[in-house]
């Protein structure tokens, strides 16, 4: 053995151990020059604070992507200053200024999940690594959200979810780094649960088709729970895969199932292609067990409701916020964003501008970009003025907390964006819930080098 | 029952569709002995044409109405289809059967698309290995869904039916069943019929012209044709456009089921290989059989019943039915002996 | 003993200069890397990974012409068993590529076992068919192990039973470590780059033993090699099992230097991947899927970075009006539309320089010196078994 190392065998070891050993020596020079004088990941060091706007350009949830990242550029303008200022002066109690966040003007980068949890980990790393954001936000698709807030986690960088809607967000896979404004299927449930009732009665049968992820599976839970309290059967439910495009061949056996009601756990386009392919089917104007059949989506957007056009009309779901609502801070934020896009803002867009602006508010209340610190602030805050009256970032959880809408389908819409009525307002008293029915812990605050 | 017969109206529209795509693979496969990836790409090609003729005959005046303001504090913009303005009600007409009326741009497109595919590349490709043939068309496909994404966008963008054949036509009383009891809806009927007619006219065109008879005798022995002085070139040339348009066409038809973009082709080449593999390679007949088969089998294995028996068996069962065919039975159900065999 | 440790370890003099020169390139990627604007850990990771994933898969592709669809099947094996190893047993990175290996190369009998009873585009249909099944339920019924859509990861609860005896949890998410030593960006990178400088290494081995000779043979013509009595079924399972395993390690290290499985690195867009990474640097040799899978790499994720601001900038030299329309023109096929010009270079590569870049490189040095480059075994055309 010895023997046959000798010559040109151990010649390459040397020689390839030799490289090695230069390549290692130099290279962290030139890769980290200045990281070393950092005490926490991607501390910023210019003039200027670089913020990571990762959604999905691509996939079956793009359309409320788009609108997320408009939205997030809109926040970006206004916390600079430029513009209308949209919900700047709304917000209370606030330490904004509008000239950037501690005195840094705001960058962005930006980048698409393509509504997949690896390239949306990717795209985050990416930013983190290559473009040093400080602080990642965007989602619009809860397994996505989830494997982006755990890499923040990992990288010490703050993940402020945007639209992601499962109850794992916050629940068992909450994190230490990860904020969520939007609300969560738990609540949706509890929020619908009375409409439900008063509109379509106590006996009832439902058949569920479930988007096979967190999402679709936590909503499919909840919306169980809050129909059975009502009297409602339900038959077992039935997964699709996400992005299935026809959904033709699961929804076939409703007909025959003896359910009256259809709840689509769907979101996005599949839940416009799902919707629409239902009505298709005639399940609408149906009649089952002497009773009309009905369709419930537990989560709309107007978005969505535009892509399903005439097949929304009439149906039921909840809504973390409504353009159309008639606080200032909504109108304010309408009027911004309508003028610049030519197009009302959907619920995905709100909450990706008011995360923005939360945590350049911590930011500048804490008076360093320093993550436990900005932790911290955002923990146990409460604020109003950003549309949905007064809300609580809950410590336990890192959930937010303020009123949920139900909404339906409008019948006569009066213009082209007027497309949902907004029924009913479940309570945030009502839509509170004990954070250990989830578990999950947050686990540690303590800043991470990347 | 009335669960079975429903499944098994929606393997026959799906089956339609898997039929179609593989009819024209077969075709080229079978005339060119080119393995073409490609196939995919000129089905999504085909769903395009319905989307670009819909955005032609929607172009839109706009108009500013100063006297009502939107939300946002902007005039309300009024829209108007420039082919309302023109033709009037005829120009409504037009814009309400967009989809069927597409088939007239499609045809002279796919047509165009495919000749000039099979010109400028595939011809160059006969002499060369599968697994060349396979890369080019490959990247080929690539380069056309890219090209798409560019033009229209990613995302998906619906085609709305005809609004006489929205909802769904009352089977179970044309059986005697009774109101209600078994329901379809028009244009997953329509697609069917569209696809029966397709294929039965793919088969008269092949069985009762000289053409046909031609490339019949070119697809069982080229070079004998060769020999007698017939130019099988040209032929063949027409057969790649042929089978362009027959993808072409069964795209424009789906698009009222699945709003299309710019991945619909690849969702859908994997599956028509397999249809094809199991049909047999080289085989229209069983292109045809097998399209429609696995659709079916698809929709049954989607039923509660059979997928509590087997979990997860309606997300496999396609590919599981190729490869117990291919290991059984490897020149697929209708394949010729000799055909792609070592 | 002496003699097959002088066969493992000798090598020709020019296999010698090509490891050496490769190891260079490689472990100096932090430098050469970085006016590229790509040396970040995070995608030097990639070309390290991507790259055994190549050279694994051109061991069957590129030796015996067996045109694998479904090899992205065997990274996602070997991703998922990395990460249960990670929760199960330890975040030390040894057991789970160790596992990862092991079980992608199971894997890989069993879908090899089936597919290579046929050639062809038989073949390749079938190892489709295999890995789309593997995808399908990964994302839907086997949704226990793989956590479908949401990706399978690290929780605070995981058992870590072999961590966990050494020492107290510790709180947050652990990431993974050798020997107790946890791994920053970096040191993820040349951990990976050692690895693929030892896959390299024992691809070279192959390429150069009697056994690649056969594999070769097996290409050119294998109805000949049966008649000659050679059992060319059990040489062409070896290279498949050999190659599943590579992509096994593959996948093990992306999930090492990311504790993530998704069920989206099984699809079949992800197996075309490393087919066009294969084709576009060159099928059959031994650096030319590294070159191809670099490329792919850099497209996708600086390529992909250019927008328009940075077009108008890189055309400032073209007068005003003519600047809009090359800058519109070129904008499709930069930034977002990074894919198209990836498809068009295929399509060309395909058509003239069947060889791959690295035909390209030969055919020019053919140009400068001619007579002085040695042909042999360069380069090769992709070419089925048949």
């Known amino acids: 053995m010895t023997k046959s190392l000798k010559g040109i065998k151990r010649r390459t070891l040397v020689k390839s151990g030799l490289a090695g050993i230069l390549a290692t020596g130099v290279a962290p020079l030139v890769l980290t020059r200045g990281t070393y004088a950092q005490e926490y990941c991607n501390a910023p060091t210019g003039d200027t604070v670089t913020l990571g706007f990762n959604v999905p350009l691509t996939g079956p949830y793009a359309d409320e992507g788009a609108d997320e990242q408009r939205a997030f550029e809109l926040a970006v303008e206004h916390l600079n200053g430029e513009g209308d200022g949209g919900m700047l002066p709304t917000y209370t109690p606030s330490v904004l200024t509008g000239q950037g966040v501690l005195g840094k003007k705001v960058a962005f980068v930006t980048g698409d999940t393509q509504t997949k949890a690896d390239a949306a980990r990717?795209?985050?790393?990416?930013?983190?690594?290559?473009?040093?954001?400080?602080?990642?936000?965007?989602?619009?698709?809860?397994?996505?959200?989830?494997?982006?807030?755990?890499?923040?986690?990992?990288?010490?960088?703050?993940?402020?979810?945007?639209?992601?809607?499962?109850?794992?967000?916050?629940?068992?896979?909450?994190?230490?780094?990860?904020?969520?404004?939007?609300?969560?299927?738990?609540?949706?449930?509890?929020?619908?649960?009375?409409?439900?009732?008063?509109?379509?009665?106590?006996?009832?049968?439902?058949?569920?088709?479930?988007?096979?992820?967190?999402?679709?599976?936590?909503?499919?839970?909840?919306?169980?729970?809050?129909?059975?309290?009502?009297?409602?059967?339900?038959?077992?439910?039935?997964?699709?895969?996400?992005?299935?495009?026809?959904?033709?061949?699961?929804?076939?056996?409703?007909?025959?199932?003896?359910?009256?009601?259809?709840?689509?756990?769907?979101?996005?386009?599949?839940?416009?292609?799902?919707?629409?392919?239902?009505?298709?089917?005639?399940?609408?104007?149906?009649?089952?067990?002497g009773k009309q059949f009905e369709i419930v989506v537990p989560l709309v957007s107007d978005l969505m409701a535009k892509g399903a056009g005439p097949a929304m009309k009439g149906i039921y779901g909840t809504s973390n916020w409504d353009w159309q609502l008639e606080d200032a801070a909504s109108q304010a934020f309408t009027k911004s964003f309508g003028a610049k896009y030519g197009q009302p803002p959907s619920q995905a867009a709100h909450t990706a501008y008011v995360q923005t602006l939360l945590y350049a508010d911590a930011c500048e209340r804490a008076g360093t970009f320093y993550p436990p610190e900005v932790i911290k602030q955002l923990e146990g805050f409460e604020f109003d003025g950003l549309g949905n009256g007064p809300t609580l970032y809950r410590a336990a959880d890192h959930q937010c907390f303020k009123d949920v809408l139900v909404v339906q389908g409008k019948e006569t819409p009066s213009n082209p964006f007027d497309l949902l009525d907004h029924v009913d307002t479940a309570s945030r008293e009502s839509v509170t819930y004990d954070p250990a029915i989830f578990g999950g812990e947050l686990g540690p605050d303590t800043a991470a080098m990347c | 029952m009335n669960a079975i017969l429903a499944q098994l109206l929606n393997g026959l529209d799906k089956g339609g569709a898997y039929a179609l795509i593989a009819l024209g693979l077969t075709l080229v496969f079978g005339t060119l002995g080119v393995v073409n990836f490609a196939h995919g790409a000129l089905f999504m090609l085909g769903a395009f044409c319905a989307v670009a003729f819909r955005q032609l005959i929607t172009l839109e005046t706009v108009t500013l109405d100063p006297e009502k303001l939107s939300p946002w504090g902007a005039p309300l913009e009024i829209r108007t289809p420039l082919a309302q303005s023109w033709f009037g009600d005829f120009g409504g007409v037009l814009i309400e059967y967009s989809v069927p009326l597409s088939i007239l741009l499609a045809i002279p497109v796919m047509a165009i698309i495919g000749i000039a595919m099979e010109r400028g590349i595939i011809k160059h490709f006969y002499k060369r290995s599968h697994a060349e043939q396979i890369l080019v068309t490959f990247g080929l496909a690539i380069v056309l869904q890219e090209l798409v994404k560019a033009i229209f966008g990613a995302n998906p963008i619906s085609q709305p039916m005809p609004s006489v054949l929205r909802g769904a036509a009352d089977v179970g009383m044309w059986l005697g069943m009774g109101p209600n009891v078994l329901t379809y809806p028009w244009w997953r009927l329509t697609y069917f019929l569209f696809a029966t007619a397709i294929i039965g006219g793919v088969f008269a065109f092949l069985r009762f012209t000289t053409f046909g008879l031609v490339v019949r005798a070119g697809m069982a022995d080229r070079e004998t044709v060769g020999l007698l002085g017939i130019n099988i070139a040209r032929r063949f040339t027409i057969m790649f456009g042929l089978a362009a348009v027959v993808a072409g066409l069964a795209g424009v038809m789906y698009t009222p089921l699945v709003p299309p973009n710019y991945h619909l082709g690849m969702d859908f080449l994997v599956l028509s290989f397999v249809v094809v593999v199991v049909g047999g390679m080289g085989s229209l007949p069983g292109a045809v059989a097998a399209g429609f088969l696995l659709g079916i089998l698809q929709s049954f294995a989607s039923m509660t019943e059979i997928k509590s028996i087997l979990p997860g068996i309606d997300q496999i069962i396609v590919y599981l039915t190729a490869v117990i065919v291919l290991l059984v039975r490897p020149r697929g159900l209708f394949g010729r002996r000799g055909v792609m065999e070592s | 003993m002496n003699a097959t440790a002088k066969t493992l370890f000798s090598m020709s003099r020019r296999d010698l200069i090509t490891l050496v020169i490769f190891a260079l390139v490689v472990l100096a990627m932090p430098i050469w890397l970085s006016p590229l604007g790509a040396a970040y850990p995070g995608l030097m990771q990639k070309f390290a990974i991507y790259a055994i994933f190549a050279l694994g898969f051109n061991i069957l592709f590129g030796l015996t012409g067996y045109l694998s669809f479904g090899h992205a099947a065997f990274l996602g094996v070997g991703s998922y068993t990395a990460v249960w190893s990670f929760k199960l047993l330890s975040m030390d990175v040894i057991p789970a590529i160790i596992f990862a290996v092991i079980l992608s190369g199971i894997f890989a009998v069993a879908i090899g076992y089936l597919s290579l009873r046929r050639t062809g585009i038989y073949f390749s249909i079938l190892t489709l068919a295999f890995a789309q099944m593997s995808y399908n339920l990964a994302y839907s019924v086997l949704t226990p192990i793989t956590n479908g859509e949401t990706s399978l990861q690290l929780s605070l609860r995981d058992p870590r039973v072999l961590d966990l005896a050494f020492g107290p949890r510790e709180p947050g998410l652990p990431s993974a470590s050798l020997f107790g030593h946890t791994f920053s960006g970096l040191e993820a990178f040349y951990f990976c780059a050692v690895v693929l400088l030892l896959a390299f290494f024992i691809a070279q081995k192959i390429f150069s033993s009697p056994f690649g000779m056969m594999l070769r043979a097996i290409k050119s013509n294998q109805t000949r090699m049966n008649y000659a009595g050679f059992n060319t079924r059990s040489y062409a399972m070896t290279a498949f099992v050999i190659s599943g395993m590579y992509a096994g390690l593959a996948g093990a290290l992306l999930a090492i230097t990311d504790p993530l499985a998704g069920a989206e690195r099984m699809q079949w867009t992800a197996s075309g991947e490393v087919v066009l990474m294969t084709i576009l640097g060159g099928v059959g040799t031994l650096i030319g899927p590294v070159i191809g899978a670099w490329l792919i790499k850099y497209f996708e994720n600086i390529f992909s970075a250019f927008n328009d601001t940075a077009l108008t900038h890189f055309f400032g030299f073209v007068p005003d009006g003519l600047r809009e329309v090359v800058v519109a023109i070129s904008s499709k096929f930069v930034g977002e539309g990074w894919q198209l010009t990836l498809g068009l270079l295929f399509v060309l590569v395909v058509m003239f320089l069947p060889g791959g870049i690295m035909e390209g490189v030969r055919r020019i040095r053919g140009l400068f010196g001619s007579g002085r480059t040695p042909q042999t075994g360069a380069v090769s055309r992709p070419q089925a078994a048949e």
């Not at chain 1, 780094?177 to 509890?190: D, I, K, L």
């Not at chain 1, 729970?225 to 038959?235: C, D, N, R, V, Y």
């Not at chain 1, 699709?240 to 699961?250: E, K, L």
């Open chain 1, 122 to 289: 990717d795209s985050a790393r990416r930013m983190i690594e290559r473009d040093g954001v400080v602080m990642v936000s965007g989602g619009s698709s809860s397994g996505v959200a989830i494997a982006v807030q755990g890499l923040c986690q990992e990288m010490g960088v703050i993940f402020m979810a945007a639209l992601t809607h499962s109850n794992d967000t916050t629940g068992k896979d909450k994190k230490r780094y990860g904020f969520r404004h939007f609300f969560n299927a738990y609540q949706t449930g509890v929020a619908i649960g009375p409409s439900l009732g008063k509109a379509y009665g106590n006996d009832r049968v439902a058949y569920h088709l479930t988007s096979d992820y967190t999402w679709g599976w936590t909503t499919e839970e909840s919306m169980i729970a809050s129909t059975e309290k009502l009297g409602w059967k339900t038959i077992t439910p039935v997964r699709t895969p996400v992005g299935a495009g026809d959904f033709s061949q699961y929804i076939t056996p409703v007909l025959n199932s003896g359910a009256d009601v259809l709840i689509l756990n769907h979101y996005g386009f599949d839940m416009v292609n799902s919707l629409t392919q239902a009505v298709q089917f005639g399940l609408k104007d149906k009649m089952v067990n």
